[in-house]
C-alpha cells in the first residue's frame, strides 16, 4: 500500500486556553498497516523503518508502505520483532518459530529450518545470529546453536528454576524454566543466579530482549526493571502495568512500555526524571525507536504506530473559533486579537491566554512598544497602556504601525499617514492619495508600501522616488534589515533585500534559491532572520547572506509545527512563537532539529524495455534495442516534505527539474549516458542524491567502428575488383572495337583501292580504246568529209575535238596523272588550276611542308578534296574556297574553307558525300572537324604521317 497522504492528528489541542500538545501522526490501518496490532518498531541500518504486526510486517520510507506476506516469502504472518545481522539482513522473530530474513529486497526462508522444527514446536523461539553467520536460539529450557554448516549443536539444558540469559555477542538470549509456577524467584544471568522476589509470571511469555543504558544492562520482568552492573541486580522500576517493553532511544533516554499503560521516559539512570506522553495513556506500547531525524515512533498493540516528530515543540490553542488576526508584545506581555474582535493576554511564562477585551467592530491589527498597545479596527484606532486601560481612541484605521527610533508610532491606512508620539498623542494626520499597506521609518525617510509598488518620501511626506521595478509586487511586510539594507516580504514572489541609498537589490523566491514564494511575517531575532511562510517556518542566519551561501533551515507541520501556513511571529522568553491559525507554536531558541536532515536515497529498480536490472549495477550495458530506460528511485524521510529534484543523462546537460520518482527515457541514442541525480531541501545547496550510474546502449553491430572500418575495406576490395573487371571488360571491348575498326579501316582501304583501281581500269580503258577509237573515228570522218568537200567537215572536226577533250577530262578526273607523278601538292595545284578556268568560283591553295609522294594517301586526299569541292560547288552558292595544306613531319594538316551558305548537319540524315569523306579520312585513322554557319563551312583534316608509312 501507498501513504500518498499522512492522516495527521494532534492530540490534546483541545479549545482549553492553555492547552498542550505537539503534533503526533498515526499510522493504522486507513494510512496502510496490514493491521493495528503492533509488536515492534525498527529503524535498519539503511533507515528504512519496519513495522511487526499480527499480519504481515511493514517496510516504511516515509512516502511509501510496502508489506509482505506469506504470498511474499513470509514463513508465518505473525512477528514478534526483529534482528538485524551484520551483514544487514533483517531476521523476523514468528509465532510458528520457523525463521526467514529479508535479503535484496526478498525474503528468503532460513535453509536449515528442518533442524529446528522439533524444537520451535516446544514454544515460543529466541535466538541470535552471530557475526560468523551461527544462529543460537532458546525455547523452554534449551539452549542450542546451529552453525553454517548447518550442525545443530544442544549447549545447553536449562534445569535451574527461573528466567535464563545468556549473552551472545552484544545481545541476550532468554528463556524460563518455571512456567508451571506463577512466581519467578531468580534470574539466572551466564549462570549467576540472582534472587528477585514479588514477581509474577502469567506476563513471562512477553518479556523482551534486555537492552544496555548508561553501561548497564536492564532486564524487564513483569512488572519490574532490574539493572545488573555484572554482579549486583537492582530494581529500578516497578509498576501497577506489566512491562511489556524496553528501548533507547538515540538522545540516550530510556523508555519503558507497559501493558495498557502507555509509556515512560527516563532521562537519567537515578530514575527521578520522567515523563509519560499523555496520547499512549491506557495504550501497550511494545516498542520505542527514533529516527535519524530525531522523530520518536511508537508501536501499540490497540492503534498501530504513533509518531511525534519534535517533542521540544508545543503547541497551543484558543478557544475563540475565529482566526487569529494580529499579535503584538511588549515588555512581558502578548496579546492575540482574533478577527471577530476578542483579545487575548498570553502569559509568556505558563503560555496561558486569558480574554481581556472586546472590541466592537472587526479588529484589523494590533501594535505594541514598551508602554502602549495599539489596536486598529475597521472604524478607528484604540491606545490602550499594558494593563489594557484605554488610553484614548482616533477615527479611521491603520493597515501598519512602525516605532521608529525616537519612540514616534508611524500609522497608515485608509489614504492617511499618522504620526504618533511615545503617549500616543498624535502629531501629526495627513491625506495621501494612496492606500498604504505597511510603513518604515528610517533616517530621514519613510518607506510606505502601496497596493502595488514601493513609495519613498521624506519626513514631510514629500514624494521622493516610486522605484519602477517594484511596480507590480505587493509587499506586506517592511523590516529593517541592517544599517543600509531593507528587507521586504512579498505575496508570491518571495522576499528581497534591498539597499535603500542606491536601490540595489536581490530576490529570493522559489526560483532563486528559497523554497517559498509567499511570506506571510518576518522576525529578526539578533543575529538570526526568521520568516513564516506558506511552507513552514524558515530560520536564516544573517551571517549566511554576506558570505553568499545562504544556511536555509525550516519547519513544517510534518516536522512538529502545528501548521505550513505561519502568519504572525513573535520572539518572548527566548523562544520564537509561530502563529496560524489553528493556534500557535512554540520553538525554544536552543531548538537545533530542522527538517533539512539528509533523506537517505536509494534506487528502487532500474528496468530496460521492461526488464529489470540490478539497482547495484553502476556501469550497464544494454543492446541497441534495449534504449528505453525507466529509474524508479525514493527516499527515506519522515519529517522534510519539501525536497527539490534534479536530475541530467550527461554532464553536458542542463538539470531538469522534476516532482515524480519514476523517470523514463525513451528511444534513446546508442552512446555513454551518466545518470545524476540531485536534491535540495532548501533551493540553495544541491547534494548528489546517489551515485551516478552509467549506462551504455550499445550501437548496432553495423555501427560500431571496427565493423564500419571493416566494411569499408571490403568496399575498397569490391570496388578495386570491380575496377579491375571493369578494366578487363573494357581492354577486352577496347581490343574487339581495335579489330573491329582495323577490320574496318582494311575494308575501306580495301574499297578505297579497289574503286581506285577501277578508276584507273576506267581511266585506261577510256584512254587506250575509247579516246584512241574516238581519234581514229575523227580522222577517218574528217577524211571523209573532206574528200567530199562537205562545207561542215571543220565543224565535225570540232565536235570530235570538243568530244576529245572532255573525255580526257573524264579520264583526268579518275586519274589525275600529275597526283602519281608529282605528288599531292602538285597535282592538287593543276586540279585546282582547271577547274578555276571552268567555273565561276575562285578557288585557291596554300600548302606548307615537303610534297607528299604517298600515292594511296595522296589518292584518298585528293578524292576528300574533290568530294568538298564538288558539294561547295553545287550547293554553297559560294565565292570563295580556300585549302590549306600543311605538312608536318608526324601530321598533314587541312583546312577547307568557303564562304557560302552552309548547312545543318543531321547525323541521322547525313548525306552519302559526307560518310565518304569521313569513310575516306577514317581508312588512314585520320580526323575530320567542321563548323557550318551564316559564315559558310570549313573542314579541318588531320592525318598521321606514321599511317602514311605504314601505308607505304
Not at 269 to 296: C, M, R, Y
Not at 310 to 324: A, D
Not at 748 to 757: K, N
Request: charge should be neutral.
Amino acid at each position: 500500500m501507498r501513504a500518498t497522504a499522512v492522516i495527521c492528528f494532534i492530540l490534546l489541542l483541545a479549545l482549553e486556553v492553555n492547552g498542550q500538545s505537539f503534533t503526533i501522526y498515526n499510522y493504522s490501518v486507513p494510512e496502510g498497516l496490514p493491521s493495528s496490532e503492533v509488536y515492534e518498531v525498527y529503524q535498519d541500518r539503511k533507515g528504512f523503518l519496519w513495522f511487526a504486526t499480527d499480519n504481515g510486517i511493514v517496510k516504511f520510507d516515509g512516502h511509501e508502505m510496502k508489506t509482505y506476506h506469506t504470498k511474499d516469502g513470509l514463513t508465518d504472518p505473525v512477528v514478534f520483532s526483529f534482528f538485524e545481522d551484520h551483514k544487514d539482513r533483517i531476521w523476523f522473530r514468528t509465532f510458528s518459530g520457523i525463521l526467514s530474513y529479508f535479503e535484496n529486497d526478498s525474503i528468503k526462508k532460513y535453509k536449515y529450518n528442518n533442524k529446528l522444527g522439533s524444537y520451535a514446536q516446544k514454544g515460543l523461539f529466541n535466538y541470535v545470529i552471530d557475526d560468523k553467520g551461527g544462529l543460537w536460539f532458546t525455547v523452554r529450557t534449551t539452549f542450542g546453536h546451529v552453525d553454517t554448516l548447518g550442525n545443530l549443536e544442544i549447549v545447553d539444558e536449562v534445569k535451574i528454576q527461573g528466567v535464563y540469559y545468556k549473552k551472545i555477542g552484544e545481545h541476550y538470549l532468554m528463556e524460563g524454566s518455571n512456567r508451571g509456577d506463577p512466581y519467578v524467584k531468580r534470574l539466572i544471568i551466564d549462570g549467576k543466579q540472582l534472587p528477585v522476589t514479588g514477581s509474577r509470571s502469567p506476563y513471562l511469555n512477553r518479556v523482551l530482549r534486555n537492552v544496555k543504558w548508561k553501561g548497564k544492562d536492564y532486564f524487564s520482568l513483569n512488572q519490574e526493571v532490574y539493572a545488573y552492573d555484572g554482579q549486583t541486580l537492582t530494581k529500578v522500576v516497578s509498576s501497577v502495568h506489566p512491562v511489556i517493553s524496553l528501548s533507547v532511544d538515540k538522545e540516550d533516554q530510556l523508555w519503558v512500555g507497559y501493558m495498557s499503560g502507555g509509556t515512560t521516559r527516563y532521562a537519567t539512570d537515578d530514575f527521578s526524571i520522567a515523563w509519560e506522553p499523555d496520547f499512549l495513556k491506557n495504550k501497550s506500547v511494545t516498542k520505542v525507536a527514533q529516527d535519524h531525524e530525531g522523530g520518536l515512533w511508537f508501536s501499540t498493540l490497540e492503534n498501530g504506530v504513533f509518531h511525534v516528530p519534535n517533542v521540544l515543540i508545543s503547541h497551543y490553542s484558543l478557544p475563540s473559533p475565529s482566526r487569529i488576526k494580529s499579535v503584538a508584545s511588549g515588555g512581558d506581555h502578548m496579546w492575540v486579537g482574533k478577527q471577530d474582535g476578542s483579545i487575548f493576554e498570553v502569559n509568556i511564562k505558563t503560555k496561558k491566554a486569558t480574554l481581556v477585551t472586546t472590541v466592537e467592530t472587526p479588529l484589523v491589527l494590533m501594535f505594541s512598544n514598551n508602554k502602549t498597545l495599539w489596536v486598529s479596527t475597521s472604524s478607528e484606532i484604540k491606545v490602550y497602556d499594558h494593563n489594557l486601560k484605554l488610553k484614548r481612541k482616533y477615527i479611521g484605521l491603520s493597515n501598519d504601525f512602525y516605532e521608529d527610533d525616537y519612540g514616534n508610532v508611524y500609522a497608515v491606512g485608509g489614504f492617511r499617514v499618522r504620526k504618533f508620539d511615545p503617549d500616543g498623542n498624535e502629531v501629526m494626520a495627513d491625506t495621501i492619495h494612496h492606500h498604504y499597506r505597511s510603513v518604515l521609518a528610517i533616517d530621514s525617510m519613510i518607506i510606505f508600501s502601496d497596493r502595488l509598488g514601493l513609495h519613498l518620501r521624506d519626513t514631510s511626506l514629500k514624494t521622493r522616488t516610486a522605484p519602477a521595478q517594484f511596480s507590480d509586487v505587493k509587499f506586506p511586510d517592511l523590516l529593517r534589515f541592517n544599517d543600509t539594507t531593507l528587507l521586504l516580504t512579498t505575496l508570491g514572489k518571495g522576499f528581497l533585500l534591498m539597499n535603500y541609498r542606491d536601490q540595489t537589490y536581490k530576490w529570493y523566491n522559489t526560483q532563486n534559491n528559497f523554497l517559498a514564494d509567499n511570506i506571510y511575517s518576518s522576525l529578526l531575532n539578533d543575529s538570526i532572520l526568521w520568516l513564516g511562510t506558506e511552507k513552514g517556518l524558515v530560520r536564516i542566519p544573517v551571517s549566511s547572506f554576506s558570505n553568499q551561501d545562504m544556511s536555509l533551515k525550516y519547519l513544517s507541520k510534518k516536522s512538529g509545527l502545528i501548521s505550513d501556513k505561519i502568519d504572525f511571529l513573535i520572539e518572548a522568553d527566548d523562544a520564537v512563537w509561530a502563529f496560524s491559525d489553528e493556534g500557535f507554536s512554540v520553538i525554544p531558541n536552543t531548538f537545533t532539529k530542522f527538517t533539512n536532515t539528509r533523506p537517505l536515497f536509494y534506487i528502487q529498480e532500474i528496468k530496460a524495455n521492461k526488464k529489470i536490472i540490478s539497482p547495484d549495477s553502476k556501469d550497464i550495458r544494454l543492446g541497441p534495442q534495449q534504449n528505453n530506460i525507466e529509474v524508479a528511485f525514493s527516499f527515506i524521510s519522515f519529517n522534510n516534505p519539501n525536497i527539490l529534484l534534479r536530475y541530467r543523462l550527461s554532464e553536458k546537460d542542463s538539470w531538469i527539474y522534476t516532482t515524480s520518482k519514476k523517470l523514463l527515457f525513451s528511444s534513446l541514442a546508442p552512446g555513454k549516458y551518466t545518470f545524476a541525480l540531485e536534491y535540495s531541501t532548501d533551493n540553495s545547496h544541491w547534494i548528489p542524491a546517489t551515485a551516478s550510474i552509467n549506462f551504455t546502449i550499445v550501437p548496432p553491430w553495423l555501427s560500431k567502428w571496427y565493423i564500419q572500418l571493416l566494411l569499408f575495406f571490403v568496399f575498397l576490395m569490391i570496388a578495386y575488383l570491380y575496377f579491375r573487371y571493369q578494366r578487363s571488360i573494357n581492354r577486352e571491348k577496347h581490343r574487339y572495337l581495335k579489330i573491329i575498326n582495323d577490320h574496318q579501316q582494311k575494308l575501306i582501304q580495301s574499297e578505297v583501292v579497289a574503286l581506285e583501281r577501277e578508276r584507273n581500269r576506267i581511266s585506261k580503258e577510256l584512254h587506250d580504246r575509247v579516246g584512241t577509237n574516238l581519234t581514229a573515228i575523227k580522222l577517218i570522218v574528217s577524211q571523209l568529209l573532206k574528200s567530199y568537200k562537205e562545207p561542215l567537215a571543220s565543224d565535225v572536226e570540232d565536235q570530235f575535238q570538243i568530244a576529245i577533250g572532255e573525255l580526257k577530262e573524264i579520264i583526268y578526273g579518275l586519274t589525275p596523272p600529275s597526283l602519281e607523278r608529282y605528288g599531292l601538292f602538285t597535282g592538287l595545284k593543276n586540279y585546282i588550276g582547271k577547274l578555276n578556268k571552268s567555273i565561276p568560283i575562285a578557288i585557291s591553295l596554300k600548302t606548307f611542308g615537303k610534297e607528299f609522294n604517298n600515292h594511296e594517301l595522296n589518292t584518298i586526299v585528293f578524292r576528300v578534296l574533290q568530294e568538298l569541292l564538288t558539294n561547295s560547288i553545287k550547293h554553297s552558292f559560294a565565292k570563295h574556297i580556300t585549302i590549306h595544306m600543311n605538312a608536318f613531319d608526324d601530321v598533314l594538316n587541312i583546312v577547307y574553307e568557303d564562304d557560302g551558305v552552309g548547312f545543318n548537319y543531321d547525323p541521322l540524315q547525313s548525306g552519302l558525300g559526307l560518310d565518304n569523306i569521313e569513310s575516306r579520312i577514317q581508312s588512314v585513322n585520320g580526323t575530320l572537324k567542321f563548323e557550318s554557319g551564316n559564315f559558310g563551312i570549313s573542314y579541318t583534316i588531320d592525318i598521321p604521317v606514321t599511317i602514311n608509312k605504314e601505308i607505304v
